[in-house]
């Protein structure tokens, strides 16, 4: 068995508010292997980013907090790890692709120079040979004029524009782990391609990849293996294929029925109804159960676990045996 490059245990993350301590992540335990893609999907509130950036203490604190768990990374971990020792690993070992690279660039530097600073930060070189892999970078993400580009101000470039600098930033070092959420969100669908297929020689050399994502359809064409997260929980993990083919979470489920088919029967576009609970007020039972057509006395009363079902697949529902093939 493959040793994980990443394993985290027991997660969780909590907020502290006004109107108590919310808890975001609740006991979420996963790993990622070696040269794998690892996708995670779930709807918005779902807990997919606050365990993303809880790994490289990203989550502002106060409010947000890591109030129990592990993330063994190589050895180490990454939760008990001092922030000096930390930011060592940031950008050299793992990187992190963000929803918003606005929010993320230096609007007082030059794109060059916040490049050079990712390389220099790690790597002790002369400037001129960091911006030179910088322009390098720049190409391999779409960026025309590369030259002028590392002159240029983030508020000169386009929200797409900021985004492949962002791109570039997270895997000009090489990391072992990138973590991805939503990396082509305001991108067209042919840099989308092209920076998947940069991700996929990455793999095929050394990095591993956790690719957050709704677009299932990406999900599909990059990754080996999916969490599915609702509501703070892990409600099914399994093979890509297996997930796809045979899901057995009536979430997982309604996910897949709500992709749209270029099928001229379908007439409408199948929806779940309701939305994901707030870490305030998450229902007794099965957090799902109040949007699940298949609901029993029972979800509504006790709390499944996650189990292993077969080999590489798990899921948190008390009748996913029936859905099995």
């Known amino acids: 068995m493959t040793e994980a490059l990443l394993d985290i245990n027991g997660l969780c993350v909590e907020f502290i508010t006004d109107e108590g301590t919310p808890r975001a ?4 335990s996963f790993s990622v292997k070696p040269n794998e893609v690892l996708g995670v999907v779930g709807e918005s509130g779902c807990g997919k980013s606050v365990t993303a950036m809880s790994l490289l203490s990203l989550i502002p604190s106060p409010p947000g907090r890591v109030s129990a768990g592990k993330a063994m990374f190589q050895g180490r971990d990454l939760i008990a790890m001092p922030h000096e020792s930390l930011r060592k690993i940031r950008g050299k070992e793992i990187s992190m692709i963000f929803q918003e690279p606005g929010a993320c660039l ?5 794109i060059g120079d916040q490049l050079a600073e990712a390389v220099m930060l790690h790597y002790p070189m002369p400037k001129q040979e960091a911006l030179d892999k910088g322009r390098d970078w720049l190409s391999k993400v779409g960026i025309p004029e590369p030259d002028r580009m590392l002159k240029a101000y983030p508020f000169q470039l386009s929200g797409g ?12 070092n090489g990391p072992s782990l990138i973590i991805a959420d939503e990396p082509t969100t305001a991108l067209d669908v042919t840099i989308a391609a092209q920076i998947f297929d940069l991700m996929r020689q990455m793999r095929d050399e050394k990095t591993s990849v956790m690719l957050i994502s709704h677009d299932l359809g990406v999900i599909w064409e990059m990754c080996d293996r999916v969490l599915v997260m609702y509501a703070g929980k892990i409600v099914e ?43 305030l007020n998450y229902p007794p039972g099965c957090r799902f159960h109040d949007r699940c057509p298949h609901a029993a006395e029972q979800c509504k009363k006790e709390s499944p676990e996650l189990r292993t079902l077969a080999p590489n697949k798990k899921a948190a529902c008390f009748f996913a045996e029936k859905w099995m093939k």
Do not use: C, W
């Not at 230096?106 to 030059?110: A, Q």
């Not at 979470?249 to 707030?278: C, F, N, W």
């Open 106 to 110: 230096s609007p007082l530097h030059r």
């Open 161 to 172: 524009m900021q985004q492949r600098v962002m791109i570039a930033m997270a895997m000009i």
């Open 237 to 279: 993990e399994a093979e890509i294929r297996e997930l796809f083919e045979n899901p057995l979470h009536p979430y997982t489920r309604a996910l897949m029925r709500s992709v749209p088919v270029l099928d001229e029967d379908q007439e409408e576009l199948a929806t779940i109804k309701g939305q994901v609970p707030s870490p």
């Open 25 to 28: 992540v609740d006991h979420v």
